[in-house]
């Protein structure tokens, strides 16, 4: 069954940087829009980067010039580069992607920002 598995979260300090990466089980996710989304708690899950299938990406506004999104199709993994990370960039983040009508999220990697 085809799933996604994020891992490189962890304990940060302000400033740091941390780079967390999607595998997923399969190669047809290489032939779909891969996105990342962050929940804080008692926040709603927000969308972060998405990156399509040949390399164009996009941002949201309070992230950009700080994370970057990339795909590795050999790998079958996509990465989000984190930079400047601040305590508010505390939470788990989740990569997600659509195949068809079928919504796949990975288990979450916690990310916290803290001195």
């Known amino acids: 069954q085809a799933q996604l598995v994020e891992s490189g979260g962890g304990l940060v300090q302000p400033g740091g940087s941390l780079r967390l990466s999607c595998v997923a089980s399969g190669s047809i996710f290489n032939l779909y829009l891969m996105t990342w989304h962050r929940q804080a708690p008692g926040k709603q899950r927000e969308f972060l980067a998405g990156?399509?299938?040949?390399?164009?990406?996009n941002y949201r506004d309070s992230v950009k010039g700080r994370f970057t999104i990339s795909r590795d199709n050999a790998k079958n993994t996509v990465y989000l580069q984190m930079n400047s990370l601040k305590p508010e960039d505390t939470a788990v983040y989740y990569c997600y992607s659509r195949i068809g009508r079928t919504d796949y999220w990975g288990q979450g990697t916690q990310v916290t920002v803290s001195v």
């Open positions: 990156i399509t299938t040949n390399g164009n990406t």
